[in-house]
């Protein structure tokens, strides 16, 4: 089976770009979460969607975006690149959010390297 | 607010020798506690969950364990390819499911 899957493996922009980070779940799992994790730090919630509604928002400004597809595919948009967004974004997936074991269990891709020079 | 501290932050281990991480919380209404490993550079892989204190786990070498405070992960007897960053995070019971993580543990095993 099929994991998460996350596009592109890496991306370098510069100062005050816009990117577009894209997320497919593993089949079945019907809930998105965005994470961002900078080098020795663990991941950092920015945004978990579920049935295309935003259910959750990390402490993140308003540069950072996302929605979520009929497929429960996603996407993050981060716009007015800054060289503190360079970090490994992760994106999550789950069969629910608001039930639990085991289905409010997230499962990674292999994340995005992004550097912003 | 939830909070997560996983000690110690690093961690150099002879293969064969046993030790256990620590993962302390302070969160409210706990809906789970979850390990997860990362190697360098790749996502976070999913290794237990932990919903009630009492509550152990095992996989291989690796055992976890819940108290209503903190969490342990025990290695027994590792060996090197066990070498990795070792992830603590709790979630909170409510109408979301995103967790909040420790810095986690690096650990590296030497022949």
């Known amino acids: 089976d099929a994991g998460v899957t996350q596009s592109p493996t890496h991306l370098i922009k510069t100062r005050g770009q816009h990117v577009t980070l894209r997320c497919s779940p593993i089949?079945?799992?019907?809930?998105v979460s965005w994470y961002q994790q900078v080098l020795g730090q663990g991941p950092q919630f920015i945004f978990q969607y579920y049935e295309k509604e935003e259910r959750g928002r990390g402490n993140f400004p308003d540069r950072f975006s996302a929605r979520q597809f009929p497929n429960y595919s996603s996407e993050l948009n981060v716009n007015a690149l800054l060289l503190g967004d360079s970090a490994l974004y992760l994106c999550a997936s789950s069969l629910e959010v608001h039930t639990g074991p085991p289905w409010n269990e997230q499962f990674f891709g292999p994340g995005t390297r992004l550097t912003v020079l | 607010e939830d909070q997560v501290t996983q000690s110690p932050e690093a961690l150099r281990l002879q293969e064969g020798e046993s030790s256990s991480l620590n993962c302390s919380y302070t969160?409210?209404?706990?809906?789970?506690l979850f390990w997860y490993r990362q190697d360098p550079g790749k996502g976070p892989e999913f290794l237990f969950t932990?919903?009630?204190a009492g509550e152990e786990k095992e996989k291989e070498r690796l055992k976890a364990t819940l108290t209503k405070k903190e969490s342990f992960l025990h290695i027994t007897a590792p060996k090197p390819e066990d070498s990795a960053t070792y992830l603590c995070?709790?979630?909170?019971?409510?109408?979301?499911?995103?967790?909040?993580f420790g810095a986690g543990t690096r650990l590296t095993v030497k022949p």
């Open positions: 969160v409210s209404g706990l809906r789970g």
């Open positions: 932990l919903y009630s």
């Open positions: 089949s079945g799992h019907k809930s």
């Open positions: 995070a709790v979630q909170a019971a409510g109408n979301n499911n995103d967790m909040r």
